[in-house]
């Protein structure tokens, strides 16, 4: 089922994992998707929500603020 709420580069990646026999169980498959998606570095990230404004709609704005900000752990203000 998780495949049919993959897109892109994501469901690539799966049917390739997939193909290959690499996803044994769930948490085979949570911990290759963390390791292949997860940002290089949180700091960046962190960087980049300090930096943060509001350049379209409200409605984008906040999906963009959602989707940068759970990519940020332990904020150093």
């Known amino acids: ?11 690539s990646w799966f049917k390739w994992m997939h193909h290959n026999h ?3 169980d769930w948490e085979t498959f949570i911990y290759a998707l963390e390791v292949r998606f997860r940002p290089l570095s949180y ?3 962190q960087a980049e929500l300090f930096k943060f404004y509001q350049y379209s709609t409200t ?8 989707n ?3 990519r940020v752990f332990e904020l150093n203000a």
Do not use: I, P
């Open 59 to 66: 409605t984008e704005y906040q999906h963009h603020f959602e």
């Open 43 to 45: 700091e960046n990230h």
């Open 22 to 24: 690499q996803l044994m």
């Open 68 to 70: 940068l900000s759970n």
């Open 1 to 11: 089922m998780t495949m049919f709420y993959m897109r892109g580069e994501s469901l």
